[in-house]
């Protein structure tokens, strides 16, 4: 045993974990990287014993990998050869819920689910919702400052986060469980730590601003015949009721044909149209606000914005719609290895990206299914590619084709899976070199030794 594995027994004993004692689901994470063991696993129970973990790991230039869900896409918690596994999984629960300031404070390692439970328990509502609420951690969410599903009404992880704990490289804590929409107290290292996907410090503990639940949430499946008109959509909806959009989610006419074809589902209209959206907005208790809804779909019917649209009449109307976007969890039983992207284009060049792409994927990978959809009105789209027999050499030729159209059009590589290991290649494609070195920078104040998450983001 080494020095340094005998360091960590000695301070910490049960809690590290050596050899055939480590589980397989800490040898990955959702990422599709070949499985690897770290030579070992440290499950803490407080902060003071990631403390302990980190200034050992640091005393002896020992690399570290940080894990809390395992959700990740991008490789972020993914151990490297000879790395150690630091997973917050049992650091988990709500540790107060703070009505007056609409707060909610927890530790890192509680799932999502289970804050955003705490929550609507308390009467208020937690803005940050992801697919794998059931697993990601709200740690990780704020790690990788997570998007999801609400953005455009309530924002990214940063905007719902108003305190920190974490960990630094040495194993001092630096603790800000600021409760305040205002805090101007000099500088918001805060900041720093959220989407920094644990190559800066671990974080520990969050304080999450909480909402007033909606109380009058309507549906709709709507069919558009361009971009355009959907931006056209979105626009005429926010001007008219300012505030009310919750979701506002495009899949193009490719991925309801593998929803509908492939998948199975039912076609959501009797005509094949370029663009589907859902939409869902809080109107309102009042049937008034359910009368609005629909008054405002059906004129911009007789615009010509909208060629057809179904409201939700009950809930299980409402699972159906949203069972077209969910399919993508489902590819995996469908399709055959899929190469999966989060990045953002800006709106006014969104067209330009889906006919690059209606191009380029027939003529350079004939045999590919691929499909985009995403949250699209915070510039946010997915792009899943899926092909037989898939090669090493075929992802980096895809990977070549998307990026390159994402940087050519001004757009970001990550829009909200964060940077890991698997896009730290392309980083350059949205960020300039000034901005990589002052990144580097930080990363050498704060982590002098390199030993946090080495090889992810930089």
Same mark, same amino acid.
């Given at each position: 045993?080494s020095n340094v594995l005998?360091?960590?027994?000695?301070?910490?004993?049960?809690?590290?974990?050596?050899?055939?004692?480590?589980?397989?689901?800490?040898?990955?994470?959702a990422?599709?990287?070949?499985?690897v063991?770290?030579?070992?696993?440290?499950?803490?129970? !407080?902060?003071?014993?990631?403390?302990?973990?980190?200034?050992?790991?640091?005393?002896h230039?020992? !690399?570290?990998?940080?894990?809390?869900?395992?959700?990740?896409?991008?490789?972020? %918690?993914?151990?490297?050869?000879?790395?150690?596994?630091?997973?917050l999984?049992?650091?988990?629960g709500?540790?107060?819920?703070?009505p007056?300031? %609409?707060?909610?404070?927890?530790?890192?390692g509680t799932?999502?689910?289970?804050?955003?439970?705490a929550?609507?328990d308390a009467g208020?509502?937690?803005?940050i919702?992801l697919?794998?609420?059931?697993?990601?951690?709200?740690?990780?969410?704020?790690?990788?400052?997570?998007?999801?599903?609400q953005?455009?009404?309530?924002?990214?992880?940063?905007?719902?986060?108003?305190?920190?704990?974490?960990v630094?490289?040495?194993g001092?804590?630096?603790?800000?469980?600021?409760?305040?929409l205002?805090?101007?107290?000099?500088?918001?290292?805060?900041?720093?730590f959220?989407?920094?996907?644990?190559?800066?410090?671990?974080?520990?503990?969050?304080?999450?601003?909480?909402?007033?639940?909606?109380?009058?949430?309507?549906?709709?499946?709507c069919?558009?015949?361009?971009?355009?008109?959907?931006l056209?959509?979105?626009r005429?909806?926010?001007?008219?009721?300012?505030?009310r959009?919750?979701v506002f989610?495009?899949m193009?006419?490719e991925?309801?044909?593998?929803a509908?074809q492939?998948?199975?589902?039912?076609?959501?209209?009797?005509e094949d149209?370029?663009?589907t959206?859902?939409?869902?907005?809080?109107?309102?208790?009042?049937?008034?606000?359910s009368?609005?809804?629909s008054?405002?779909?059906?004129?911009?019917?007789?615009?010509g914005l909208?060629k057809d %649209?179904?409201?939700?009449? !009950?809930?299980?109307?409402?699972?159906?719609?949203?069972?077209?976007r969910e399919?993508p969890?489902?590819?995996?039983?469908?399709?055959?290895?899929?190469?999966?992207?989060?990045?953002?284009?800006p709106?006014?060049?969104?067209?330009?990206?889906?006919?690059?792409?209606?191009?380029?994927m027939?003529?350079?990978?004939p045999?590919?299914?691929w499909?985009?959809?995403g949250?699209v009105?915070?510039s946010n789209?997915?792009?899943?590619v899926? $092909?037989?027999?898939?090669?090493?050499?075929?992802?980096?030729g895809?990977?070549?084709?998307?990026?390159?159209?994402?940087?050519r059009?001004?757009?970001?590589?990550s829009?909200?899976?964060?940077i890991?290991? $698997?896009?730290?290649?392309?980083?350059?494609?949205?960020?300039?070199?000034?901005?990589l070195a002052?990144?580097?920078?930080? +990363?050498?104040?704060?982590?002098? +030794?390199?030993?946090?998450?080495?090889?992810?983001?930089?």
């Open positions: 045993m005998e360091a960590l027994v000695a301070a910490l004993g049960p809690q590290v974990r050596l050899g055939a004692d480590i589980p397989g689901r800490n040898h990955t994470d990422s599709g990287l070949q499985p063991a770290p030579q070992a696993l440290i499950l803490p129970q !407080s902060t003071e014993d990631v403390a302990t973990a980190l200034r050992i790991c640091h005393e230039g020992q !690399s570290v990998v940080t894990q809390g869900g395992l959700t990740g896409l991008a490789g972020g %918690a993914h151990p490297q050869s000879g790395e150690v596994a630091l997973s999984e049992r650091m988990t709500i540790e107060e819920i703070d007056a300031s %609409a707060t909610l404070t927890a530790l890192a799932p999502l689910a289970i804050v955003q439970q929550a609507e208020f509502l937690c803005g919702d697919g794998a609420r059931g697993s990601c951690t709200i740690g990780g969410n704020i790690a990788t400052n997570a998007g999801g599903n953005v455009l009404r309530y924002g990214m992880a940063r905007r719902n986060t108003l305190g920190l704990e974490a630094l490289a040495d001092t804590v630096v603790r800000s469980l600021n409760k305040m205002k805090n101007n107290a000099g500088y918001d290292w805060t900041q720093l959220i989407g920094s996907e644990g190559t800066l410090g671990v974080i520990t503990r969050v304080v999450i601003g909480l909402h007033p639940k909606p109380q009058g949430v309507q549906t709709a499946l069919a558009v015949s361009s971009f355009d008109d959907a056209a959509v979105l005429r909806f926010q001007q008219s009721y300012p505030g959009l919750l989610e495009a193009w006419r991925f309801m044909t593998v509908t492939i998948c199975g589902l039912s076609p959501a209209f009797e149209h370029d663009l959206l859902l939409i869902e907005a809080d109107m309102g208790e009042e049937s008034t606000g009368e609005a809804f008054t405002l779909l059906s004129d911009f019917y007789e615009q909208i %649209a179904v409201v939700a009449q !009950s809930r299980a109307d409402r699972n159906r719609f949203w069972a077209y399919t969890y489902e590819y995996g039983r469908f399709l055959p290895e899929e190469i999966r992207f989060d990045v953002s284009v709106l006014d060049r969104m067209t330009e990206a889906v006919e690059y792409l209606r191009q380029e027939p003529r350079q990978y045999d590919s299914v499909v985009v959809f949250h009105a915070d789209i997915h792009i899943n899926a $092909i037989k027999d898939m090669t090493s050499d075929t992802k980096k895809v990977q070549n084709l998307v990026y390159g159209m994402v940087s059009l001004g757009g970001s590589i829009a909200e899976h964060g890991g290991r $698997i896009k730290r290649p392309y980083l350059n494609r949205s960020r300039t070199e000034p901005e002052l990144m580097a920078k930080m +990363k050498q104040t704060l982590d002098p +030794k390199g030993i946090l998450n080495p090889g992810r983001v930089l």
